[in-house]
């Protein structure tokens, strides 16, 4: 009991001091390489798989990692889900997606699938730094109808801790 209480003052002491930055996503040049995208929809609802890959630039403000990540799930309007990293950098980054909620109208015999990702790491160059990059990017449920996509999210929201 008493250490719960020790924590929950730590926790909101630190949380109090903290620095909570955001940056025009505008500002920055990052992108992200989608491939292999596959999506499709059954009775039991909508799942998807792709690879994701960032490229480094340690001279941005942020500056930020090389990642590689491969990310599936299912059902629209889930929580994020953890994508497994395929590369063996020496940084913490962490790669989530997840399916908005669509639309159930089709165009040309597709349905949209829009796709939210987000990247989490630890400021390259100050370990009590975190930074957030999501990006959106709308493709189409290709499962059965078309072959893999290969498309690009640029992130267009970032937020920092410090």
């Known amino acids: 009991m008493r250490a719960a209480i020790i924590l929950t003052a730590l926790a909101s002491a630190s949380s109090a001091s903290a620095a909570v930055m955001r940056i025009a996503a505008d500002t920055m040049e990052y992108n992200w390489d989608v ?36 990310c599936a799930g299912d059902g629209e309007g889930s929580p994020y ?18 399916l908005l909620p669509g639309s159930s109208n089709s165009t040309n015999g597709t349905r949209p699938a829009t796709i939210q990702v987000s990247l989490r790491y630890t400021d390259l160059y100050s370990s009590t730094t975190w930074w957030n990059f999501t990006g959106h990017a709308s493709s189409f449920y ?5 072959p893999s996509q290969n498309f690009t999210i640029t992130p267009d929201e970032i937020t920092g801790v410090a």
């Open 81 to 98: 889900r953890l994508c497994d990293r395929l590369d063996k950098e020496d940084t913490d980054a962490i790669v989530v997606a997840k």
């Open 142 to 146: 290709n499962q059965f109808a078309a």
């Open 35 to 70: 491939t292999g995208w596959n999506a499709g929809c059954a009775r039991s609802g909508c799942y998807y798989d792709f690879n994701i890959t960032g490229a480094a630039n340690l001279t941005s403000k942020p500056p930020t990692p090389a990642f590689k990540a491969y």
